[in-house]
């Protein structure tokens, strides 16, 4: 049976393409290309990443059409996976511009990756405010911090201040300061992987 992909509603485009039409899940791409693409240019300057974002927000949502029974919008659901995509994007960033000092333990020199989804949300413009997901995680685990813990926490995360500044700040000796801080990192990874166990297993299991 011929379809009239113009004419076809997205649910009618979906229906198709679970049952073979590559075309229809072409044509569902081209419908929304647009759109996505001035998603992403809001918050990301760079041509070439807003490229591949929207890229890999398609690839990602045509393989979950394959694999899943789709009762939704497909717009909604579309822009849901946007949100996804570009959050690991920004995750990934991060980890690039952080600043934290080689662990006493971790005789490497890298950074944890624990540490890294603690780091301060970038104030970069081309960033805007997609990265709600890991500020909101942030702000739930602050909440379960001693005042000592999380003054430490934020001089060293939202000033990234040395733990020199902050025993000069606080009046406590540097490796104190230290200590403290890495309590609170695994306090973090426990934390994390009690309450979100995939975000817990896609960040810091990848790097053992």
């Known amino acids: 049976m011929l379809i009239d992909y113009k004419k076809s509603s997205d649910a009618q485009l979906v229906q198709a393409y679970q049952k073979g039409d590559e075309e229809a899940g072409n044509v569902l791409c081209q419908r929304y290309w647009n759109a996505l693409y001035r998603f992403f240019k809001k918050r990301i300057r760079k041509k070439e990443d807003v490229e591949d974002l929207v890229q890999e927000t398609f690839l990602e949502a045509l393989k ?29 960033q991060q980890r690039l511009f952080v600043l934290l000092d080689e662990d006493p333990e971790n005789k490497s020199g890298q950074m944890l990756l624990e540490e890294a989804l603690l780091a301060p949300i970038t104030t970069q413009p081309e960033h805007g405010t997609i990265d709600d997901e890991i500020g909101d995680i942030r ?8 005042s000592k813990e999380s003054v430490v926490f934020r001089l060293r995360q939202n000033k990234n201040m040395t733990f020199k500044e902050i025993g000069q700040e606080l009046n406590i000796k540097p490796n104190t300061a230290k200590v403290r801080y890495h309590r609170v990192v695994t306090s973090f990874k426990a934390w994390l992987e009690k309450h979100y166990p995939d975000i817990y297993y896609s960040f810091i299991k990848e790097g053992e």
């Open 64 to 92: 979950t059409l394959r694999e899943t029974r789709f009762r939704r919008s497909f717009q909604a659901w579309l822009y849901t996976i946007a949100k996804r995509v570009v959050g690991r994007w920004v995750r990934a």
């Open 139 to 146: 702000r739930r685990f602050e909440r379960t911090l001693s």
